[in-house]
């Protein structure tokens, strides 16, 4: 056993407590310069950021960027956040008139790790995005001189992907007669947002008038910094659930299908709807209706051209083309060319009248000009026409009515005997030039044609059914003596045969039609008499 002195043995713990001492002194000065270090790293990072964030918008824009607030928060990294950030148009598009901010945004944030201040480009995943509005200026506000050689830096952030909530669109017009076409975007995910490629959407839209939510995805981009309304938009979408309610005078539920592709400025729609209980307010009979369509929408005017529009009524088939006119502080026009091949009169009459059954049945041929006007009433009452028509094969639902045609026919032709109820139904047609204005029909030329006879009248139909009058000529092939059954009546008209023989036919004979669509009364206007004075040429 070896004896240490108690003076060396002391001597080996100070020694050790020494070391220990200093490594622990090392560590906490180590520990106060990486504190120090990161404290001076946060301090920094926030004008650093700042910087690169206009700095980066600056460049990719080519224009002016401002910020009211700008915050760094060190919580798991840095959490980065925004107030108030404005992109303005191109120095050229400024000097051109345009003062609004192309892009604002009321709030932006999103995360990044420390590392990320090292990187150049700095990476971000997801940036969150509220309160953006995107303001489109006129493509006359483009300056005509050549463009501004100006240098604003390098791109140095880069982001996957932006998250936008509480978003709107709107392409402004340098037309004084139009308002600028708004688009409201609930919720818009941008993906590979990049300088040089289209970015990939996928966004909500709400459409106001019929109210319901747009969703539509595909391609935007890539932004044209001199002319943002040059930029490339494409994509697909679905309307379901389209109140239609929400336009006054017009009912159902519809949902559309389509894609779209062009420019902010010229949008090239092809689509579908379908709206199984389509209704107007003048009869509320709810009738399928699907569309096929294909529109230009012009981002400069806001205005809507359709090219065509292939339509079909219950089993009716027609085309429409026209356009959707954009009239500044009043709404919009609708003027549209309606061709209606062959379809059945009593899907229109089943549509637009109250009167139940419909009052005939046949097949028509029709075109007519639609004009909308702007305005808050109905859509029944600022909807006019103005076209002509040919019914063929008409079949009157009432058998009453349908009876006194078949014996007016029959009474035309010189057969008077036979002309009894239940006759056979004769094959009749007809052509007419009307108006329609504020729910009344008004014929300037209506022309009914039978077997024996031709009817020519004019007058006015209203959809309401209280208002049906009509007077015109009936040009029959019998005289009138041969019209009657009796012989003695027969004999008594023949005197008067002279008077009623006109114009090559047997007789010309004045009629009014008055009542109401569901019960008409038929009689003569001799000297153009007081309705009341009405005689049935039957009895």
Same mark, same amino acid.
């Given at each position: 056993?070896?004896?240490?002195?108690?003076?060396?043995?002391?001597?080996?713990?100070?020694?050790?407590?020494?070391?220990?001492?200093?490594?622990?002194? %090392?560590?906490? *000065?180590? %520990?106060?310069?990486?504190?120090?270090?990161?404290?001076?790293?946060?301090?920094?990072?926030?004008?650093?950021?700042?910087?690169?964030?206009?700095?980066?918008?600056?460049?990719?824009?080519?224009?002016?960027?401002? /910020?009211?607030?700008?915050?760094?928060?060190?919580?798991?990294?840095?959490?980065?956040?925004?107030?108030?950030?404005?992109?303005?148009?191109?120095?050229?598009?400024?000097?051109?008139?345009?003062?609004?901010?192309?892009?604002?945004? +009321?709030?932006?944030?999103?995360?990044?790790?420390?590392?990320?201040?090292?990187?150049?480009?700095?990476?971000?995943?997801?940036?969150?995005?509220?309160?953006?509005?995107?303001?489109?200026?006129?493509?006359?506000?483009?300056?005509?001189?050549?463009?501004?050689?100006?240098?604003?830096?390098?791109?140095?952030?880069?982001?996957?992907?932006?998250?936008?909530?509480?978003?709107?669109?709107?392409?402004?017009?340098?037309?004084?007669?139009?308002?600028?076409?708004?688009?409201?975007?609930?919720?818009?995910?941008?993906?590979?947002?990049?300088?040089?490629?289209?970015?990939?959407?996928?966004?909500?839209?709400?459409?106001?008038?019929?109210?319901?939510?747009?969703?539509?995805?595909?391609?935007?981009?890539?932004?044209?910094?001199?002319?943002?309304?040059?930029?490339?938009?494409?994509?697909?979408?679905? *309307?379901?659930?389209?109140?239609?309610?929400?336009?006054?005078?017009?009912?159902?539920?519809?949902?559309?299908?389509?894609?779209?592709?062009?420019?902010?400025?010229?949008?090239?729609?092809?689509?579908?709807?379908?709206?199984?209980?389509?209704?107007?307010?003048?009869?509320? #009979?709810? /009738?399928?209706?699907?569309?096929?369509?294909?529109?230009?929408?012009?981002?400069?005017? &806001?205005?809507?051209?359709?090219?065509?529009?292939?339509?079909?009524?219950?089993?009716?088939?027609?085309?429409?083309?026209?356009?959707?006119?954009? $009239?500044?502080?009043?709404?919009?026009?609708?003027?549209?060319?309606?061709?209606?091949?062959?379809?059945?009169?009593?899907?229109?009459?089943?549509?637009?009248?109250?009167?139940?059954?419909?009052? /005939?049945?046949?097949?028509?041929?029709?075109?007519?000009?639609?004009?909308?006007?702007?305005? &808050?009433?109905?859509?029944?009452?600022?909807? +006019?026409?103005?076209?002509?028509?040919?019914?063929?094969?008409?079949?009157?639902?009432?058998?009453?009515?349908?009876?006194? $045609?078949?014996?007016?026919?029959?009474?035309?032709? +010189?057969?008077?005997?036979?002309?009894?109820?239940?006759?056979?139904?004769?094959?009749?047609?007809?052509?007419?030039?009307? %108006?329609?204005?504020?729910?009344?029909?008004?014929?300037?030329?209506?022309?009914?044609?039978?077997?024996?006879?031709?009817?020519?009248?004019?007058?006015?139909?209203?959809?309401?059914?209280?208002?049906?009058?009509?007077?015109?000529? $009936?040009?029959?092939?019998?005289?009138?003596?041969?019209?009657?059954?009796?012989?003695?009546?027969?004999?008594?008209?023949?005197?008067?045969?002279? *008077?009623?023989?006109?114009?090559?036919?047997?007789?010309?004979?004045?009629?009014?039609?008055?009542?109401?669509?569901?019960?008409?009364?038929?009689?003569?206007?001799?000297? #153009?008499?007081?309705?009341?004075?009405?005689?049935?040429?039957?009895?």
């Amino acid at each position: 056993m070896i004896d240490i002195p108690q003076e060396r043995a002391e001597r080996v713990p100070r020694r050790k407590r020494g070391v220990w001492g200093w490594i622990a002194i %090392v560590l906490l *000065f180590a %520990v106060i310069v990486l504190f120090g270090t990161i404290e001076w790293m946060i301090h920094r990072a926030e004008p650093i950021l700042k910087g690169r964030v206009i700095e980066t918008l600056s460049t990719r824009f080519e224009s002016r960027v401002e /910020m009211d607030n700008f915050h760094v928060s060190p919580l798991k990294g840095l959490e980065v956040s925004g107030d108030g950030l404005r992109i303005y148009p191109t120095d050229e598009v400024v000097a051109a008139g345009a003062k609004d901010p192309l892009i604002s945004l +009321g709030h932006f944030s999103f995360h990044v790790n420390l590392s990320g201040l090292f990187q150049k480009p700095m990476h971000v995943g997801t940036v969150h995005v509220t309160d953006m509005a995107i303001t489109i200026p006129p493509r006359e506000m483009r300056q005509q001189g050549p463009k501004s050689e100006k240098r604003f830096g390098k791109i140095k952030i880069v982001v996957d992907e932006i998250v936008c909530d509480g978003s709107k669109l709107m392409i402004e017009t340098a037309k004084p007669d139009k308002d600028p076409k708004e688009f409201e975007l609930s919720h818009i995910v941008m993906r590979n947002v990049g300088p040089n490629d289209p970015w990939q959407y996928d966004a909500t839209l709400v459409n106001a008038i019929p109210k319901g939510d747009i969703h539509a995805v595909g391609t935007f981009g890539p932004w044209v910094n001199e002319s943002p309304g040059d930029s490339t938009v494409t994509g697909k979408y679905t *309307f379901e659930h389209a109140d239609l309610n929400t336009i006054k005078g017009i009912g159902g539920m519809l949902s559309s299908t389509g894609e779209f592709s062009g420019q902010l400025n010229r949008i090239v729609v092809d689509g579908t709807t379908d709206t199984p209980d389509f209704s107007l307010d003048t009869a509320n #009979h709810k /009738m399928p209706l699907h569309t096929k369509f294909h529109a230009i929408v012009d981002g400069t005017s &806001g205005d809507t051209y359709l090219q065509p529009v292939d339509a079909k009524l219950r089993g009716s088939e027609f085309t429409c083309n026209g356009a959707i006119i954009n $009239v500044k502080g009043k709404g919009h026009i609708i003027d549209l060319d309606v061709n209606v091949p062959n379809g059945r009169i009593q899907d229109f009459l089943e549509l637009a009248i109250k009167t139940q059954p419909v009052i /005939m049945t046949g097949r028509l041929a029709m075109k007519t000009k639609l004009h909308i006007r702007p305005g &808050g009433e109905s859509v029944t009452q600022r909807i +006019g026409l103005k076209g002509g028509f040919t019914l063929r094969a008409i079949h009157f639902t009432n058998p009453e009515v349908q009876d006194k $045609v078949d014996m007016l026919s029959l009474r035309a032709r +010189g057969e008077a005997k036979e002309a009894k109820a239940g006759a056979e139904d004769v094959n009749s047609q007809m052509r007419g030039q009307f %108006v329609m204005q504020s729910g009344r029909l008004s014929f300037s030329q209506l022309n009914y044609t039978l077997p024996g006879a031709d009817v020519n009248l004019a007058g006015v139909y209203s959809l309401d059914g209280d208002e049906f009058d009509f007077t015109g000529k $009936v040009r029959t092939k019998a005289a009138l003596s041969n019209m009657v059954a009796t012989w003695w009546k027969s004999w008594l008209l023949k005197p008067v045969d002279p *008077f009623f023989k006109k114009n090559g036919a047997g007789a010309e004979i004045p009629v009014k039609i008055t009542g109401t669509k569901g019960a008409p009364k038929f009689g003569l206007d001799l000297h #153009h008499k007081d309705k009341s004075n009405e005689a049935s040429p039957t009895e």
